[in-house]
């Protein structure tokens, strides 16, 4: 018996990866975050008792552990995007451990890239921004760390991917002002990939007076830095003619004829 935590994705059902979609079609059991998954994504299971965990603390999600090792049943654990990121993951593994149930991670499109793909973006570009931050803001039931505040990781300028944070987008817009200028492109995209996708592409000292606060509550991620920018001009030396690697070689420049 093994349980499986998978990385769903961002929501529509064909961006989950093919060994995600293979054991959920194979597992008896299967535990879902009903908040953030759609049901679209069930119809990769067959067969399997189907359970919502938006509705459980920990103890009866332990419980569903419990029961399908006696009954010897492997579990899919549905999370949304990739389990690594704001999962709640860590605690179910202690709570295996300490039980000596076996477990596996399969890895998920997380909902930062999905929105990156949404607009059309790159989150690095050379020579603006080769960083990228994943962070949120405080919430109920996650505290964050004081050093890792909005307001001190603006300080880098880097590109910011920040989860959970509808509900605080004008304390969220005050913080990156103090160290992003007022043009620094910014996105919000709302239940990227779902069929009522919705996105604003427009700047850091626009999106409060362009948006209504309450078309983002729920769901959103919010991108912002300068590499979200559409004319950038520099270019990487990858592809350049001119730039030799392990895999090509430059083509070599004619010699200047002699005058
Ligand atoms: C509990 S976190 C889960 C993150 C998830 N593990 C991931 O990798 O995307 C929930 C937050 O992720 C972001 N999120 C998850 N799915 C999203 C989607 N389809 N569209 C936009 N943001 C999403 C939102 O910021 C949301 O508040």
């Known amino acids: ?9 961002p929501g529509a059902p064909d961006l989950i990866t093919l060994r995600g979609a293979n054991i959920l079609g194979r597992a008896r059991m299967v535990l879902y975050a009903g908040s953030l998954v759609p049901l679209g994504m069930l ?3 067959h067969d399997a008792e189907l359970i919502d965990t938006s509705k459980l603390d920990l103890d009866q999600q332990e419980a569903c552990y419990l029961r399908a090792q006696a009954a010897g049943c492997d579990v899919a654990r549905l999370h949304s995007g990739d389990p690594a990121i704001y ?12 039980l000596g149930i076996e477990y596996e991670i399969v890895p998920g499109v997380s909902s930062f890239t999905a929105a990156a793909a949404a607009i059309q973006t790159e989150l690095t570009k050379p020579a603006v921004s080769q960083t990228v931050i994943l962070t949120r803001v405080s919430g109920r039931a996650s505290a964050v760390p004081e050093a890792e505040s ?3 990781l603006a300080e880098h300028r880097a590109t910011l991917c920040i989860f959970l944070s509808g509900p605080h987008l004008k304390k969220i817009v005050a913080d990156l002002r103090l160290h992003y200028p007022d043009d620094t492109p910014l996105a919000l995209v709302y ?12 700047t850091l000292g626009k999106v409060l007076k362009e948006t209504k606060r309450r078309d983002w509550n729920l769901t ?5 830095g300068a590499a979200l920018g559409r004319d950038l001009q520099t270019e990487s030396s990858l592809y350049s ?3 030799t690697h392990i895999f090509r ?4 420049k004619k010699p200047k004829a002699a005058k």
């Open 241 to 243: 003619k001119d730039f």
């Open 43 to 45: 119809q990769h299971c």
């Open 249 to 252: 070689v430059a083509k070599k």
């Open 150 to 152: 909005i307001a001190r």
């Open 87 to 98: 999962g709640a993951t860590a605690e179910q593994m202690r709570r295996l451990d300490a």
């Open 191 to 202: 239940r990227v990939t779902w069929p009522d996708q919705r996105t604003y592409q427009g």
């Open 220 to 224: 959103t991620m919010l991108l912002v």
């Open 1 to 9: 018996m093994k349980v499986y935590f998978i990385g769903a994705g």
